[in-house]
Structures are given as C-alpha cells and as structure tokens.
C-alpha cells in the first residue's frame, strides 16, 4: 500500500452490498425489505431495486403475509431482482453481470437471473434456506452454472452522513 493511502476505503464488495441493503430501506414492505444491486463486468452498477407494488399500484395492494391468498403482497409483490434487472440503464446489457441482494432469491427471481445470463449472485441472508422455494432456487442456479455466494463484509458498518451543507442560494432552505 502506497504511503499515505487510506485504509478505510470501501471495497467494491461492500459497496455494492450496501447500495443494495439502501435500496432494500425504499421498501413500503413492512415485515420484510429487500434491496438489490445490478453490477457489470467493469464493476459499474448498471441497475438497483427493492421490493414494491407494481407501478400504479403502489397503496392500493395488501402487504398482508396471511389471509386469502388474493389478500396477501405474494400475489402481487415485485421481488428486488426483478426491478433491479428491469431499472437497468436503456444502454445496459445484463448478460454477465452480477446481483448483489440483501435476501437470498427466490425459484421465480432465479428463473429471471438465469434468463437475463447473470454470472453470478452474491446474497446477504438466506433465511429461508429449507423452503421448497429456495432449495428449487439452488436447483435451477445450479444446473444453470451460476455461482451464488454468502456475502462477507471487509466492514461491518457503513454510515452516511446527509449534512445540511450551505451554498450560494439555500441559505434559507
């Protein structure tokens, strides 16, 4: 290390992720926030997500997790995944790219990984490791030939500060 440097840079491993657990606090879910980060091979993030009502339905679906299934987000629901994929710039190409995600996917998000040809998937918690949903996931990743890996922290904490910083003009704002 050149004399000098700082030490407590963030790593682009830690940078994504945390892009990924910020995306995941845009959530209107209130049990369970899911963000996402879309990265290329030139570690360029490409596209990020959380998990929302469809456009134009966001307040008028259920995040209910129990009752009639009509009645519950999981009919309606899209996945982080989903939208980081679909959020990726116009002039973005997918193919290749790696998914950073704070929640391990899920059999339909796996479905979409393997079809848009990402490299690989780097998740943050995978709570639901015994589901049919997940060990279907793993499958199909699998067979697929996409590497997924439990994501390790070189920092444990990222803070952000939002300062009020005074400029010409906002001295009153």
Known sequence: MAQGQRTDFLIDADYFMGVAVLSAKRSNDPNTQVGACLVNQDNKIVGTGHNCMPNGCEGKLPWN?????????????????????????ANADVKGCTMYVTLFPCNECAKLIIQAGLKEVVYRCDMYHNTPGTIASKRMLD?????????VHKMRQIAIDLPFIETPGNENA
């Open 65 to 89: 997790r129990k009752g009639d299934e009509l009645d519950t987000k999981y009919m309606y629901v899209c996945h982080a995944e989903l939208n980081a994929i679909v959020n990726a710039s």
């Open 143 to 151: 067979m697929a030939g996409i590497p997924y890996r439990r994501f």
